[in-house]
């Protein structure tokens, strides 16, 4: 069964700053907020009519919005005429038909009544229901200037929720990475460096309580800095060490050199010592005398 067709509107836009308008200004000067209460009260009885035009011709129908507006009924047709003469109504509709109704609210319901056509003509579904989205056409249509950005958001929206869920796979107990995520992790650090980041992110989760959007970003923004910081310090500290084994094996290299020139010396003066006259002979030592000296050279 095709859903029946919706006449009036629900609500109709209400500026912020009605109450400065110079119409309704008038209205509260001389009647205080029953006259604003007047005013709206009528507009709401104008926006919910078929034709959005409020007959008033008849006197039974002064004294129900006269209660309505919880006035007297000679107040009210005080406060009528003061609003067909300040304009809030159009005073040649009201003058030829007796109906309350004006320029802005025929301009609204045009662009409502245009819409609603328009969607009646699109084909129906399988089941034969209408597709009229009364609640959506009506409120983008009655925000007037803010329709086309509704549209905008309603689209972008739809675009959200009909994109594929893209599974993610826990690579730790608190970190959770999709297959493509990990891959560009991989491809643009290596495997050990992005197990170690991983490794980071899921410690810092763990320990902290915090929660991320998306690990992925939280360690493109951080953690990668932190294992660059560790790969930094490991460097150094292996230059250190290096630098300090080099130096013990200088240190090392130099005693044995200066070993070796000891030993040297040493064996030079026993040289020089048999040179000088001592004689080995028999386990005992003897020295020459001068002219044997002499006889040998």
Known sequence: MARPRK?????????TDAVNDTKIEAMRMLYGNDGYAFY??????????????????????????????????????SMLQTAIKRECFDPLAYQERCVL??????????V?????????????NSAGIELIPDSCDVSDAETGEESAQS????????KKSNKDIIPKISYAEFVSLTQDEYNKLISAHGEDTTK??????NNYKGSSGKKYKSDYMAIL????????????????RSEAFRGGQAT???????????????????SYAGGVSGAGGTVQKNGNTETASKYDQFIRR
Do not use: C
């Open 40 to 77: 709206f009260i009528l507009l709401e009885l104008i926006y919910k009519q078929p034709d959005f035009e409020l007959d008033v011709s008849d006197a039974e129908t002064i004294q129900i919005l006269a209660k309505k507006v919880e006035v007297s009924q000679e107040k009210f047709n």
């Open 112 to 124: 409502v009544v245009d819409k609603r056509v328009k969607m009646r003509k699109k084909p129906s």
């Open 7 to 15: 006449e009036g509107m629900d609500y109709f836009p209400h500026d």
């Open 101 to 110: 109704t004006s320029e802005g609210v025929k301009k609204r319901s045009k």
């Open 221 to 236: 923004n951080w953690v990668v800095k932190r294992v660059e910081e560790e790969v930094r310090r490991e460097h150094k």
């Open 151 to 158: 549209k905008r958001k309603v689209k972008v929206k739809e």
């Open 196 to 201: 170690r980041m991983i490794e980071i992110l």
């Open 248 to 266: 013990n094996n200088q240190h090392h290299a130099n005693n044995s050199q200066k070993a070796g020139t000891s030993t040297q010396q040493q």
